[in-house]
């Protein structure tokens, strides 16, 4: 059973920098691919990033290209987002999300990843 963990969010204010962590104790996370998503009050859940499962990048949404950073640590079981330079507008609960096999074709959308977390909160203040 993959059970996903993520840590790390909080209140920042604006240009400053969070990581977000997402842990999973189950010994196949090394096979799947990664991603994070995030859900803005009122909005629906958006693609930020996602990741192989070898860790190449896959892809990021425009927004946040330069600023956040997806990556993984198999070793530890552990996928991370790391975001810099953040704004009002990345406010939202960040979501990590698993899907089985390296390059999920529509890594970008909800319904391709398999396991989700349960979100940690961010909020950047301006």
């Known amino acids: 059973q993959v059970q996903l963990v993520e840590s790390g969010g909080g209140l920042v204010q604006a240009g400053g920098s969070l990581r977000l962590s997402c842990a999973n104790s189950?010994?196949?996370?090394?096979?799947?691919?990664m991603g994070w998503f995030r859900q803005a009050p009122g909005k629906e859940r958006e693609f930020v990033a996602a990741?192989?499962?070898?860790?190449?990048?896959?892809g990021t949404e425009d927004s946040v290209k330069g600023r956040f950073t997806i990556s993984r640590d198999n070793a530890k079981n552990t996928a991370y987002l790391q975001m810099n330079s953040l704004k009002p507008e990345d406010t939202g609960v960040y979501y990590c999300?698993?899907?089985?096999?390296?390059?999920?074709?529509?890594?970008?959308?909800?319904?391709?990843?398999?396991?989700w977390g349960q979100g940690t909160q961010v909020t950047v203040s301006s």
């Open positions: 999300a698993a899907a089985l096999g390296s390059q999920p074709p529509s890594f970008r959308q909800v319904g391709a990843y398999d396991y």
């Open positions: 189950d010994r196949t996370f090394s096979t799947y691919a």
């Open positions: 990741i192989t499962w070898s860790g190449s990048s896959l």
